[in-house]
């Protein structure tokens, strides 16, 4: 990708695992309502994705979008889903398309399918368990913050079949720096590293593809995510596991 890339919500954990990574490796732009804490030689735009003209403005010369910026709180209000995670994402694609942009990564979530789990777990977090969502499933939204994060895919899909937009909505399981989380079984499970966060949206950027829902963890021994989707598609090729870390 040789034109600027858009990381929205580029000041948060996923903006900064994936900026961790690939710091050099493309001309970032860097867009959030809270500026980073360091930016390095990037350009920042400090603006708010539900202000139509300054999505417009940060999307000039854009070739790709990584879009994170959202409430990413499970227990997030009606009010901040609906402004933040729907009309703000509804925003970005809106410009994104009216930019001639080429590609767009969408940040959605594992709350997006969490009711999967109800009748399963904890089970389904468990190595040998032979249950697996492989992104080809309907969501089924643990929260609002998870219905919201579905009609992100849904704004994707449309984006991509109306304006042909390539769109991939990585369904990030759970970013946690160093270690997975610790004595937690659904955080084992959906354990996603840094450096594979990282490598995951370089891929993002690197593939083509037309509209694509994938898994973003680790190759967990306790996944029940499929990532085959990832490998064939972006050629993601995780490197962690949270098995090999004592938690
Ligand atoms: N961290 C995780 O394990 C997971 C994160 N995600 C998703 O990934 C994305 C990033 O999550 P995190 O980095 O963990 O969250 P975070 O809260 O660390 O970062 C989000 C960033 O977006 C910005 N932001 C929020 N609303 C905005 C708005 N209206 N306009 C401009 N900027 C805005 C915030 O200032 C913040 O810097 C979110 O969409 C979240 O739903 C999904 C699954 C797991
Ligand atoms: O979408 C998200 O999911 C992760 C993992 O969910 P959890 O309920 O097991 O914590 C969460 O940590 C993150 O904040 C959220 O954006």
Not at 114 to 133: C, I, M, N, Q, S
């Amino acid at each position: 990708m040789d034109d600027p890339v858009l990381l929205t919500g580029a000041s948060g954990r996923v903006g900064q695992a994936i900026l961790g990574g690939n710091e050099d490796d493309y001309e970032w732009r860097l867009l959030d309502r809270e500026p980073p804490a360091d930016a390095a030689d990037h350009e920042v735009v400090v603006a708010d994705i539900t202000d139509e003209n300054a999505v417009r403005d940060a999307m000039d010369g854009v070739g790709a979008v990584i879009h994170l910026a959202g409430d990413p709180r499970p227990d997030a209000p009606w009010e901040s889903v609906l402004q933040n995670n729907i009309d703000g994402t509804q925003t970005v694609y809106e410009a994104a398309v009216d930019a001639g942009v080429e590609k767009l990564a969408f940040a959605s979530s594992n709350h997006a399918v969490g009711h999967y789990e109800t009748d399963r777990k904890p089970d389904l977090y468990r190595e040998g368990d032979d249950f697996r969502l492989d992104g080809t499933e309907l969501p089924r939204p643990s929260n609002l913050y998870g219905v919201s994060k579905a009609a992100g895919e849904v704004l994707g899909r449309y984006y991509h079949d109306e304006h042909d937009l390539s769109v991939v909505c990585v369904r990030i399981g759970n970013l946690t720096k160093g270690h997975p989380p610790i004595d937690y079984e659904r955080g084992q499970a959906m354990w996603l590293s840094y450096r594979d966060c990282a490598h995951l949206f370089e891929r993002c950027l690197e593939a083509d593809y037309d509209y694509e829902i994938v898994y973003g963890i680790s190759d967990n021994d306790r996944k029940y995510y499929s990532i085959e989707r990832a490998k064939e598609i972006l050629g993601y090729e995780p490197q962690d596991n949270s098995a090999e870390h004592d938690a």
